[in-house]
């Protein structure tokens, strides 16, 4: 998980709250994804960024808006929370001449 | 050890047997794979990658195989040992880009 790091490691939140979850790299890498992982599930991706200043929507974007405030950074923003959105979050970088991404610790979200 | 499919999502292997973890994809069209490792509390890490050009790729002690015919991926770890024990997901890129789909994943577990 070198070059990427994720703020905070845990947050639990209520119903209707909102929060903004950080990501940042160090690797220059040009881009950024946001991913969710719920139990028992792989990885569904929820916004990208390909390169500073563009953002796209992944498979399950719905609740969820995504700012790529610089090359380093990357956030995403849950404006009213859910319990469906109850997951364990992960920030991950691509860039190069391959598509390996590299990913975050990981930050795990309980919304009651 | 060998799993198939969605339908084993387990595998308990001895230490030094080899694994087989099995992923099957969905899109004819996808043409560049990816493996994961991920252990408990942490973000994935990169295993080997393949692109759809190839049947075959070997890293240090792991080959995957790709049967485009029948859109099967495989993972062969020779010489399991316990610090392989982990879930391992295959991602595959559906589209010319960025955007990977990742499988349900296998919980591999080396018995010493």
């Known amino acids: 998980n070198a070059g990427v790091t994720q703020t905070p490691k845990f947050q639990v939140l209520k119903t209707g709250q909102s929060m903004t979850l950080q990501c940042a790299q160090d690797?220059?890498?040009?881009?950024m994804y946001w991913y969710r992982q719920d139990p028992g599930m792989g990885l569904r991706l929820i916004y990208y960024?390909?390169?500073?200043?563009?953002?796209d929507k992944g498979e399950v974007p719905n609740g969820y808006n995504v700012s790529r405030l610089n090359k380093r950074e990357f956030s995403l923003r849950l404006e009213s929370a859910a319990p469906s959105q109850t997951s364990v979050y992960f920030c991950?970088?691509?860039?190069?001449?391959?598509?390996?991404?590299?990913f975050g610790p990981g930050t795990r979200l309980t919304v009651t | 050890g060998e799993n198939v499919g969605l339908h084993l999502p387990t595998l308990s292997v001895q230490e030094g047997d080899n694994s087989i973890i099995n992923c099957a994809y969905s899109?004819?069209?996808?043409?560049?794979f990816i493996w994961y490792k991920q252990e408990s509390g942490k973000g994935p890490q990169f295993i080997i990658d393949i692109r759809s050009n190839m049947d075959k790729r070997q890293g240090q002690r792991v080959t995957v195989l790709l049967n485009k015919t029948v859109k099967h991926l495989s993972l062969q770890i020779a010489a399991t040992q316990p610090g392989d024990s982990a879930v391992y997901f295959c991602a595959e890129n559906r589209y010319t880009g960025n955007q990977f789909y990742f499988g349900t994943g296998t919980s591999l577990t080396v018995i010493p």
């Open positions: 960024s390909a390169s500073e200043g563009t953002t």
């Open positions: 991950a970088i691509s860039g190069g001449r391959s598509y390996e991404q590299y």
């Open positions: 899109n004819s069209a996808s043409d560049y």
């Open positions: 690797m220059n890498h040009n881009s």
